[in-house]
């Protein structure tokens, strides 16, 4: 099994709909989990860090995170050709960082004008 | 307000040549890590420093790999005797150390190493 599953896609979805993005992970201590997004040919972006279970929301991101079931989403609403990338969760054990991060092998996302 | 630099960016060295890759993490920023990433894979973990110290080189080859963060000047990831199969993208990434809070990690350009 491995350790932060995604789904390698690739997902397509219409300009302006909601693009749903999903991330398991084995580890049950598991303590902080990362949404970074790459750009063919370029390096990952943070976008989004979720540390407590629930929502949390920034512009049109939100990340969902459901420690009990070892799942974690990322929700892109109004999504726009510029959201076309490959998304890449990534888990840390740790409470505050500063420790290595486990990535998933990325869920590549295509946006359809 | 500078992020992660690395250089060089792209890096192409013959069989059983050394690489040299080097990292200048984000201002105020004293950890470093070092990720690979082979084509069509992810982002695998390598090692990660802090100023003169090696915290974590769990996800480092056992052989011909050596990093540092000396007191002063940037991270460097040594590749000695390179082979074909190291190939790929080397990410740098820092973060801060802030007591109590959340430390995320923001990545480098990147350097692309090709092996002939």
């Known amino acids: 099994q491995k350790e932060v599953e995604q789904n390698s896609g690739p997902l397509s979805v219409p300009e302006g709909a909601i693009a749903s993005l999903n991330c398991t992970y084995s580890?049950?201590?598991?303590?902080?989990f990362f949404w970074y997004r790459q750009y063919s040919g370029k390096s990952p972006e943070l976008i989004m860090s979720i540390y407590s279970n629930g929502d949390k929301e920034d512009g049109r991101f939100t990340a969902q995170l459901n420690k009990a079931s070892q799942y974690v989403s990322l929700l892109i609403r109004d999504s726009q050709p510029s959201d076309s990338a490959t998304y890449l969760c990534a888990v840390g054990l740790s409470n505050f960082g500063n420790e290595k991060l486990t990535f998933g092998t990325g869920t590549r996302l295509t946006i359809i004008p | 307000n500078a992020g992660v630099m690395q250089n060089p960016r792209h890096l192409v060295r013959r069989r059983g040549q050394e690489a040299r890759l080097r990292c200048s993490p984000m201002k105020g920023h004293s950890h470093v890590y070092w990720y690979r990433q082979l084509p069509e894979e992810g982002l695998k973990f390598m090692v990660y420093l802090q100023k003169e110290n090696i915290i974590d080189e769990s996800g480092m080859p056992k052989e011909r790999f050596s990093a540092e963060f000396p007191k002063e000047g940037p991270s460097i990831l040594r590749i000695q005797q390179v082979v074909r199969g190291d190939s790929a993208a080397y990410f740098c990434a820092s973060s801060r150390s802030r007591t109590g809070s959340w430390n995320e990690q923001f990545f480098g350009p990147g350097t692309r190493l090709t092996v002939l």
């Open positions: 580890d049950r201590v598991s303590q902080s």
